[in-house]
C-alpha cells in the first residue's frame, strides 16, 4: 500500500469513528459551559504583620479570623459545573518574607476520607488532597504548583508552557524533559489537621522561593483544586472545561495585592560523603572513598537565579526503573537528578522522549548508563525584560577507557507572547576538552534550533520547530523539523503531527529514539458522559495512527488504534481496543538471545483489554493484556501493577510485565519484575526500596534508601545497592545462590545541609 492511500484510509477511518461517538453524546448543559468559561472574580492578599504558626489549625487559630475566606468551588467529574459537593474554605494572606495559604476542607464522612503515604511528591490524584498553582509572571503558560493531603506531605512541581499542551507523554512526563516537572523541589512548609470537621492545611511559600517580576504589589494568576476521593470528585476555584485539569493556567483567576521583597537569597548547600563500593566482575577488593562538594544558589534578581555546582554528586537519587525492549530502537529514562530540574522547561525544544534538542542526561552519564563525574558547573535562568533566558555551562571529567572530559554549554532564550503564544532559539555546543583518542566520540558537536507556537482560539494551537546540527565528518542532511496542529475542547481532543529527522541529524546532547524518518501522528478522541447508560460516567472512544518512514518512503513503523475507554460511577475503568501494526526490516536484529527476526515485512493485528479497579480502596489493580501477531508469530504480554497502602506510613506496588513470544525463529519470555516499598516516619524521614528482576539480562538488583530532609535534597543519605546476575552456564559453581551470584554492590552515605545566608 503507498503512502498516499495508506494515509487516506486512516484518515477516513478516524472521520467515521468519530461520527458515531458524537451522535451518541449527550447534549451539553448550558449552565455547565457558562459555568466552565466564567471569568473568576478577583481575591486580594492580606498583609499580616507576623505569620500564624504552621501547625494545620486554621479553624481556632485567631491569625486567620480576619482574613476573608474564598470559596466557589465548582466540579469538573463527575457532575460538570456543579458546586463541590463537600464545604471548601481557602484564606490567601502574606507577610514581608512569605505567602500563606490555608485551607479548610470540610467533609460530612470524615472517617471515609482516603490517605496515603506522606513521602515528597506522592501522588495527589487518587486521594483526599488540595492543590494550588500561582502563575507569578502572569503570563497564563508557566507556575509552580503546590499541594498537600490529610497525610501533610510536600508536594511541588514546576509547570512550563501549560504542561506541554497536547503533548499526552510531557504531560505524564515527572522528569526534565516534559511541561510538568514533579523532579523540582524547593524549599517551603505545609502542616495538616484531621478531626471531625474534615482536615485543614496550612501552607507557607517563602517568597525567595518563587520566581516573579521585580516590582512591588502585584497580582498573580490562581486556581486551585480540591480532590474528593471516595466519589471521585474534582473541583477547581477557577472553573475549567472537563477536558483540562489545573495545568491549565491560561484559564487561571487572580490574585491581587500581593505585595513582593526585594531578594536578598543566597543559599549554600555543601556536602560530604563516603562511600565503598565494588564490581565484582573487575575488583577484587572494595574501592573506598571521600568526597566534598556543594551548590551556591544567589537571586540576582527576583526573576533571575544563578545555581552554581562543584563536585556535583546525585547519591541520593533513585536509580532507574528497568525497561523491557522488544524492538531495535533507543530507550528513554528520565532526569532525576536536581541540580539539572529547576527551570528544566525553559531548555525543553522538541519532542519528549522521541526527539528531544537537549537531554541533560547526556552530561553526567556515558551512553554505557555509567556515572562520568561532574567537575562542576553553573546555570542563569530567568526572566529578563520579559525574555526568557536559559545559560548552562558544566564540564565532566574523563573516564579512561569510557569518555574524555567534555565542556557542555546551553543556551534558551523564548518569549512569551499572549494567547499561548510564543517563540525562542537554542543553541548547543559540546566540546571534547582532554584526551580525544576514545572510540565513538568527536571532538566537538552542536546544535540548533528555533520552536514556535500560536495559540488559536480557545482550544487549539499549532507548534513547531526546525533544527540543525554540526558534527565532524557529517556534512549531509543534518536537519530536522516538526509541525502540530492541536485541538483540546469539552467533547474532541485532535491532532495533526508531521516530524522529519534527516539521516545526519545528529543531536549528542539531545535524545533521538530513532533515526532518519518521517512521521505522521493522528489522533481523535471523543467523551460522552450520558446521563444514565448502564452505570457509566464517561465514555472516551478514539483513534490515532502514528506511521514511520524513511527519507527514501520505506515504510519503517505502523501503529494504528482504535480503542474506547469505559469509565464507570463505581470507579472502575475499563479498555478495550484493537491494533493493527506494521514492521519492516531492512536488516535482522536479534530479539533475544538466539533468536533474530529476518528481513522482511511484517503487518499483524492485536486485541488489548485494561482492567482498573477502584484506586481508592487499600489494594487496587491496574491488568493491560495485550494478545495477536508479532513479527510472523504470536505475542502475548500482560502487565499487572497490584498497588496497596497502610495508612500514611506504609504504600508501595508491584508490578510484572510478561512477555511471552513465539516466532518461527523460536520462542523465548521476556519478562520483568518491579517491587517498590516505601515507609514513613514522617513526612521528612522515609525509608524506601525499590527491588527489579529483569529476565532479559538475568539481573536482580535492588536500591534502599534511607532518607532524614531537612529540606528539599538536603539532609541525611544512606543508600545500598546491590545487583546479583544468574549464568546458565555457571549455576552449578559454588558462589552461585537462589537470587545468583553477586555482580556489584555499593553502600553510600551523604549528608548535606541547606544554608540560607540571609535567614
Not at 14 to 43: H, K, N
Not at 358 to 363: A, G, V
Not at 505 to 534: S, Y
Not at 541 to 566: C, L, M, Q, V
Request: glycine share 10%; net charge positive; aromatic share 10%.
Amino acid at each position: 500500500m503507498s503512502r498516499r492511500a495508506l494515509f487516506r484510509r486512516i484518515t477516513l477511518i478516524a472521520l467515521a469513528a468519530a461520527g458515531p461517538g458524537a451522535s451518541f453524546a449527550q447534549a451539553a448543559d448550558p449552565r455547565a459551559i457558562a459555568s466552565a468559561e466564567a471569568t473568576r472574580p478577583v481575591s486580594a492578599a492580606r498583609l499580616l504583620p507576623k505569620a500564624p504558626p504552621i501547625d494545620g489549625d486554621v479553624i481556632d487559630d485567631p491569625a486567620w479570623s480576619g482574613v476573608a475566606p474564598i470559596a466557589g468551588f465548582r466540579q469538573t467529574t463527575p457532575d460538570d459545573g456543579a458546586p463541590v459537593s463537600e464545604r471548601t474554605e481557602v484564606r490567601i494572606a502574606h507577610t514581608e518574607d512569605a505567602l500563606l495559604v490555608a485551607v479548610v476542607c470540610f467533609d460530612s464522612e470524615p472517617a471515609k476520607l482516603v490517605v496515603s503515604d506522606s513521602r515528597r511528591d506522592s501522588p495527589l490524584d487518587d486521594v483526599d488532597s488540595f492543590r494550588f498553582i500561582l502563575d507569578t509572571y502572569r503570563d497564563g503558560q508557566n507556575g509552580f504548583v503546590f499541594g498537600t493531603s490529610p497525610a501533610g506531605g510536600e508536594y511541588d512541581a514546576q509547570v512550563s508552557l501549560e504542561g506541554r499542551e497536547g503533548d499526552q507523554a510531557s504531560r505524564q512526563q515527572s522528569g526534565a524533559g516534559g511541561g510538568f516537572n514533579l523532579n523540582w523541589d524547593a524549599a517551603w512548609t505545609v502542616r495538616t489537621r484531621t478531626g471531625d470537621f474534615g482536615w485543614s492545611a496550612e501552607f507557607s511559600i517563602p517568597f525567595k522561593t518563587l520566581r516573579y517580576p521585580r516590582g512591588g504589589e502585584q497580582a498573580w494568576g490562581l486556581n486551585m483544586q480540591r480532590n474528593i476521593r471516595r466519589k471521585k470528585e474534582v473541583a477547581y476555584w477557577a472553573p475549567l472545561p472537563r477536558q483540562y485539569n489545573i495545568l491549565r493556567v491560561s484559564r487561571a483567576g487572580v490574585l491581587e495585592g500581593v505585595k513582593t521583597p526585594a531578594q536578598r537569597n543566597l543559599k549554600i548547600t555543601p556536602y560530604l560523603l563516603g562511600s565503598s563500593e565494588r564490581d565484582y566482575r573487575s575488583q577484587r577488593e572494595f574501592d573506598r572513598t571521600a568526597q566534598a562538594g556543594g551548590d551556591l544558589k544567589y537571586s540576582i534578581t527576583p526573576s533571575l537565579t544563578l545555581d552554581l555546582t562543584v563536585n556535583t554528586d546525585f547519591a541520593q537519587v533513585e536509580v532507574d526503573e528497568q525497561q523491557v525492549n522488544l524492538d531495535r530502537f533507543s530507550l528513554f529514562f528520565p532526569e532525576k537528578r536536581p541540580f539539572f530540574l529547576e527551570n528544566a522547561g525553559q531548555f525543553t525544544v522538541g519532542n519528549s522522549g522521541e526527539v528531544d534538542l537537549f537531554f541533560s542526561r547526556r552530561i553526567g552519564i556515558a551512553s554505557t548508563g555509567e556515572q562520568v563525574p561532574i567537575a562542576g558547573g553553573g546555570r542563569v535562568s530567568g526572566r529578563v525584560h520579559g525574555w526568557n533566558v536559559g545559560l548552562l555551562d558544566m564540564q565532566t571529567k574523563s573516564v579512561e577507557g569510557v569518555v574524555p572530559a567534555n565542556n557542555f554549554a546551553v543556551v534558551r532564550i523564548s518569549r512569551d507572547l499572549p494567547k499561548r503564544s510564543g517563540f525562542g532559539v537554542l543553541f548547543i555546543n559540546r566540546r571534547t576538552t582532554g584526551d580525544v583518542e576514545v572510540t565513538g566520540v568527536s571532538d566537538f558537536n552542536r546544535t540548533y534550533a528555533v520552536d514556535g507556537r500560536k495559540g488559536l482560539g480557545r482550544y487549539a494551537q499549532i507548534t513547531g520547530f526546525l533544527a540543525g546540527t554540526s558534527t565532524p565528518g557529517i556534512r549531509s542532511d543534518a536537519r530536522a523539523w516538526d509541525a502540530a496542529f492541536l485541538r483540546e475542547s469539552p467533547r474532541f481532543d485532535m491532532r495533526a503531527k508531521y516530524t522529519d529527522v534527516g539521516a545526519g541529524f545528529n543531536p549528542e546532547v539531545g535524545f533521538l529514539r530513532r533515526r532518519a524518518f518521517r512521521k505522521i501522528d493522528l489522533h481523535v478522541l471523543n467523551r460522552t458522559r450520558p446521563k444514565d447508560f448502564i452505570g457509566i460516567h464517561e465514555l472516551r472512544p478514539h483513534i490515532s495512527y502514528r506511521g514511520y518512514f524513511k527519507p527514501d518512503g520505506f515504510y519503517e513503523t505502523g501503529f494504528a488504534h482504535f480503542d474506547n475507554h469505559w469509565e464507570f460511577k463505581s470507579q472502575w475503568e475499563i479498555d478495550t481496543g484493537v491494533n493493527l501494526t506494521h514492521e519492516g526490516l531492512r536488516a535482522p536484529f536479534n530479539i533475544a538471545p538466539g533468536v533474530t527476526v529476518p528481513v522482511g515485512r511484517y503487518d499483524n493485528v492485536e486485541a488489548q483489554i485494561v482492567g482498573i479497579s477502584p484506586v481508592s480502596k487499600p489494594v487496587s489493580v491496574n491488568v493491560m493484556t495485550v494478545v495477536g501477531g508479532y513479527y510472523g508469530g504470536r505475542r502475548l504480554a500482560i502487565t499487572p501493577t497490584i498497588r496497596f497502602r497502610a495508612g500514611d506510613k506504609l504504600s508501595g506496588n508491584l508490578n510484572i510485565n510478561y512477555n511471552r513470544v513465539n516466532l518461527p525463529e523460536g520462542k523465548f519470555e521476556a519478562n520483568l519484575f518491579r517491587l517498590r516499598a516505601s515507609y514513613s516516619f514522617s513526612p521528612r524521614v522515609f525509608v524506601q526500596s525499590l527491588v527489579q528482576y529483569n529476565q532479559q539480562v538475568n539481573y536482580l538488583s535492588g536500591n534502599f534508601r534511607f532518607g532524614w530532609l531537612q529540606s528539599a535534597n538536603a539532609g541525611l543519605f544512606i543508600v545500598y545497592n546491590e545487583g546479583r546476575e544468574r549464568d546458565s552456564l555457571n549455576q552449578g559453581i559454588r558462589d552461585e545462590t537462589t537470587f545468583g551470584r553477586v555482580r556489584d554492590r555499593s553502600l553510600v552515605i551523604k549528608f548535606s545541609r541547606l544554608i540560607d545566608v540571609f535567614n
